[in-house]
């Protein structure tokens, strides 16, 4: 296992299209911040982003189905990202690759404005109050969000936790954010099944659907900062 996962990370740095800096080169300011439309992807189209990607299903997905837009899956492990650079480069996908970073420093490996819309697809709920700071709807998370987004820009929340499902609105709702759809369970609710939600479905969501788990959905924007 740990000979594979060697190779896989040998193969990640032979990918041209997965970036990975060391925290180091993040905070000290990434070369592609505010140039990930130029200098990585030579065109300009909308960057949509999925955060705590593991394999990157969603993200190659996306690309596959949508190849106006550029995408870009994150995480911080980078024997998952493995698993989508290879599909893309098997693809021959020219408008999506994996930045492998903690998702804390998102802010600080994109511009402001410069991502059109984020996805969050199955994160770790982190249920137990001393592990609140780590979850990726907290507050000071949604700040990052809103400073790289543009003004127009959306966040997708997809999960198996009621309890991240329930504590984002209430979250949103406190801090005057729009909640533009918000479904408890899509597999029962959302009923149009040829759409992103239900075309797409992660290693996990399936996992979770086999045991009958309830899969949730949030899209959401940030109002601007004069409160309209």
Request: charge should be positive; charged fraction near 25%; hydrophobic fraction near 35%.
């Given at each position: 296992?740990?000979?594979?996962?060697l190779?896989?990370?040998?193969e990640n740095?032979?990918f041209?299209?997965?970036?990975?800096?060391?925290?180091?080169?993040v905070?000290n300011?990434?070369?592609?911040?505010?140039?990930?439309?130029?200098?990585?992807?030579?065109?300009?189209?909308?960057?949509?982003?999925?955060?705590?990607?593991?394999?990157?299903?969603?993200?190659?997905?996306?690309?596959?189905?949508?190849?106006?837009?550029?995408?870009?899956?994150?995480?911080?492990?980078?024997?998952?990202?493995?698993?989508?650079?290879?599909?893309?480069?098997?693809?021959?996908?020219?408008?999506?690759?994996?930045?492998?970073?903690?998702?804390?420093?998102?802010?600080?490996c994109?511009?402001?404005?410069?991502?059109?819309?984020?996805w969050i697809?199955?994160p770790d709920?982190?249920?137990?109050?001393?592990?609140?700071?780590?979850?990726?709807?907290?507050p000071?998370?949604?700040?990052?969000?809103q400073?790289?987004?543009?003004?127009?820009?959306?966040?997708?929340?997809?999960?198996?936790?009621?309890?991240?499902?329930?504590?984002?609105?209430?979250?949103?709702?406190?801090?005057?954010?729009?909640i533009?759809?918000?479904?408890?369970d899509i597999?029962?609710?959302?009923?149009?099944?040829?759409?992103?939600?239900?075309?797409?479905s992660?290693?996990?969501?399936?996992?979770?659907?086999?045991?009958?788990?309830?899969?949730?959905?949030?899209?959401?924007?940030?109002?601007?900062?004069?409160?309209?």
């Amino acid at each position: 296992m740990a000979r594979k996962k060697l190779q896989r990370f040998a193969e990640n740095q032979e990918f041209s299209h997965v970036v990975e800096p060391s925290r180091k080169e993040v905070v000290n300011g990434l070369e592609l911040r505010g140039k990930w439309k130029t200098g990585f992807f030579k065109n300009d189209n909308p960057i949509i982003l999925e955060l705590g990607c593991g394999k990157g299903e969603y993200t190659v997905a996306m690309a596959q189905r949508f190849p106006d837009h550029n995408f870009v899956g994150v995480d911080i492990k980078g024997a998952r990202i493995w698993y989508g650079a290879s599909e893309i480069h098997k693809k021959g996908l020219t408008n999506a690759g994996f930045l492998r970073t903690q998702i804390e420093l998102i802010d600080q490996c994109f511009a402001p404005g410069e991502v059109s819309e984020i996805w969050i697809t199955f994160p770790d709920p982190q249920i137990k109050h001393k592990r609140a700071k780590h979850r990726l709807t907290n507050p000071a998370m949604l700040r990052r969000y809103q400073d790289i987004l543009h003004k127009e820009g959306l966040v997708h929340l997809k999960t198996d936790s009621e309890f991240l499902h329930g504590y984002t609105i209430g979250l949103l709702e406190i801090l005057g954010h729009p909640i533009l759809e918000a479904w408890y369970d899509i597999d029962h609710q959302v009923m149009n099944r040829k759409n992103l939600l239900h075309e797409v479905s992660t290693h996990y969501e399936q996992l979770f659907r086999d045991k009958g788990k309830a899969i949730s959905y949030l899209r959401f924007s940030f109002r601007e900062e004069n409160g309209n």
